[in-house]
């Protein structure tokens, strides 16, 4: 099995958290009531304005005298509707992890993912070990990564003509292991920010690979079931013990319902493993964060109900959506902007755009972002007056060769009203042919 790093050693739930925890996981629990004194979770209502729903609070003698509600803290690893929550919800998306262990994490699978990064990479066993990815790469996996100065090694795909992203082959995914030592390997099937897809054949083959050598193996999985080449979900989980003998006990999938259920910002996430070690060191460093929003656990365990039927149409409806936006982005930027290359979609909700082409030497997309979002204002009449906001690219590398890359390109996401989307191409154009003519 693959190793935790070294600062999982001397890490322990912290001293508020530790008592419940131990109790929590006691064989006889359901028969003793523990008075929970070790931790400031107050049992008084929440002020007035707080909060719609009523709860009845009772006197001494047993009388109701109140009726309003208490916002208490929950368990560090969530409350078990939340789990089922996700559980129910990622089973319609068509992966079972039924029987995996859970952490409903603090603040959306972001936070999964910092605490992922920082347990599976850095320093183990005395020695430095990286964290493996993709490049381009979700940026916050790098922004974590030097936090905790840790080290991404990624290896780059090439956007091509065509709009796809290369995906490195099998034998160069084993040497850059050699090459680079990593502890963990990171893939995102419906990736932000390529678009592309992992099919479950790709999965499986670097899932082997991971056995090999002795590596854990995380999905990140922000984008289940938003694929629109028809392929079925793929997914860690979906590799049986009897397929790849060794690949359980090394896998962790970082879930969330930001995007797939549109709820960014009811901060929803979840980490998933089959590593008991894993899940208790991921437990013991997110007690430091007490738990994941409350009220938030509570609005998701209304998904425990959530029919096959109603969740597919759902899922149908919004891979409808973001398909046929889109498409018609990339034919419009195409027709505005000759030469561009952009990234068509297989997946998730971005393309990335890039000018390497087109743009005169020494085209820094950063120095085009700033100007875009400082003083880029482009004149259609006198009451239309826009500018763009897009990201850039850089950020999404982790070595020198990507930063040159990501020089020449900007992520765009698909997040605007189509109406408001669909004006973007020609501003997208006649900003950066005014960026250009002015450098
Ligand atoms: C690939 C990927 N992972 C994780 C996240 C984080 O999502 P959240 O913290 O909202 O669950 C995002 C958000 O854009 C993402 O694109």
Known sequence: MPLLSDYTKTLEPSAIRLAGKVFSERFDKDSIRAYN??????????FEVMGTELIPIFDEEGNVIKERRVVKYTDTSGTEEAKDAFRHIIGLNGVDVKDKYAIITSTGSSSGMM??????????????????????LYANYMQFADMFKIKIAAINRILEQNGKFTMPSEQEI???????NPNALILIPNDNPTGSHITQE???????TAVKYDIW?????????????????????????????GITGRRISLESFSKYLNYCGGRAGAMFTDSKEFYDAFYAAQTALLCASTEMQEEIAKLQNVSKSSFDAWLANL??????????????????????????PDAALYSVVDVRKIAKPGFNAKDFVLYCAGKGAIVYNENDIKTALVAPMAGFYSNEEGK??????????????????????RLFADLFKEFEANR
């Open 37 to 46: 004194v070790a931790i400031g979770n107050v049992s008084l209502p929440s």
């Open 115 to 136: 605490y992922t990064e920082l347990l599976t990479g850095g320093m183990v066993n005395e020695i430095d070990r990286s964290i493996m990815g993709f490049a381009p």
């Open 174 to 180: 084993e040497r850059f292991i050699k090459e680079h």
């Open 202 to 208: 790709q999965i499986n083959q670097i899932a082997m």
């Open 217 to 245: 193996l995380i999905e990140d999985a922000a984008y289940r079931g938003m694929c629109y080449t028809g392929h079925s979900v793929s997914s860690i989980w979906n590799i049986s013990e009897n397929q790849i003998p």
């Open 319 to 344: 891979n409808n959506y973001y398909k046929r936006m889109m498409e018609s982005f990339v034919t419009d930027i195409r027709k505005e902007l000759s030469g561009v290359i952009i990234s068509n």
């Open 404 to 425: 040159t890359l990501g020089k020449t390109q900007m992520r765009i996401a698909y997040v605007l009203w189509p109406e408001e989307m669909i004006k973007v191409p």
